[in-house]
Nanobody, 119 residues
Framework: QVQLVESGGGLVQAGGSLRLSCAAPRSISSITTMGWYRQAPGNQRELVADITSGGLTNYADSVKGRFTISRDNAKNAVYLQMNSLKPEDTAVYYC?????????????WGQGTQVTVSS
């Protein structure tokens, strides 16, 4: 079981910023898409943002203009810069990586990191 390692969550006041980091094992080659998801209590897990190996990005409407996703392909790492945070951004944030090997698709998740935004 491949495990992604996340860091960077915490408690911040509304309007503040946090940066999340996530790294996949370097033994995995050719990761295609890496992304961040979040799950608030009582809600389903939802996509926050993702990024392809070529740098194409996709954001949820609720975070456009406030969050920026980036990645370092050499390190198999993905980052999420979160600015102008709102209380409704409070959730557990999970990173995800997807790749293929011998025509079989795989994906793996991080353990989750709590982000709490106080009003």
């Amino acid at each position: 079981q491949v495990q992604l390692v996340e860091s960077g969550g915490g408690l911040v006041q509304a309007g503040g910023s946090l940066r999340l980091s996530c790294a996949a094992p370097r033994s995995i080659s050719s990761i295609t898409t890496m992304g961040w998801y979040r799950q608030a209590p009582g809600n389903q897990r939802e996509l926050v943002a993702d990024i392809t190996s070529g740098g194409l990005t996709n954001y949820a409407d609720s975070v456009k203009g406030r969050f920026t996703i980036s990645r370092d392909n050499a390190k198999n790492a993905v980052y999420l810069q979160m600015n102008s945070l709102k209380p409704e951004d409070t959730a557990v944030y999970y990173c995800n990586a997807a790749w293929s090997l011998s025509r079989i698709s795989y994906d793996s998740w991080g353990q989750g990191t709590q982000v709490t935004v106080s009003s």
